[in-house]
């Protein structure tokens, strides 16, 4: 692949809330050269592949610098801000065997007026993104699934919530995790 040896490896799921993997490693560095991502129809559903590569046997640390090291007109702004006291009142009930939550942060996202949560849930090979925000944050929303390529996507509303759970999983996956969720201590 791309002039260099490399192992296939097939990872296939137990179950099928994750798609089937086939992974073209070099044989040196273990870099993935070549990933298919394939449903449970076999039908390709992403694939990415280097068609030039070259691999150094050593990087210069000058050449991680930046070239520029101008950055008087840099401005640097920062996500990070106070946590509402709602944030920590989202849990998930259950989660698909074998994913957990790995990060969690709030932060102002462009053209949203309110903070959005987000979690960041893994098995360690696929990573599943779930948004949390108000309802005054979006134009009135409801339950939809939508699709590009292996990526899917979630959303419902949950009170006064919007949740919108976006991954490289099977829909079912989405739907599992986005039903889930819950909020403590929420009105009836």
Known sequence: ??????????????????????????????????????????????????????????????????RNPDTSGWTQESAAQAADPAFGNW????????????????RVMPGRPQPVIHKVLSDGMVWVSVFIEPLSNTPAMGRGLSQQGGANA??????????????LVPVQTLVLIGGALTQRNAAP
């Open 154 to 167: 979630y959303s419902r509303p949950i009170g006064n919530h919007h949740v919108t759970v976006v991954g």
């Open 1 to 66: 692949m791309a002039g260099y040896d490399c192992v296939n490896y097939v990872l296939t799921p137990k179950d099928n809330f994750r798609y089937r993997q086939s992974i073209c490693a070099e044989t040196k560095t273990w870099l993935p050269l070549r990933v298919a991502t394939v449903n449970e129809r076999q039908d390709r559903l992403e694939t990415f592949a280097f068609s030039q590569l070259q691999l150094l046997p050593k990087i210069d640390p000058n050449d991680l610098r930046v």
């Open 91 to 106: 849990f998930f009930r259950e989660l698909p065997a074998g994913f957990a939550m790995v990060s969690e942060s709030q």
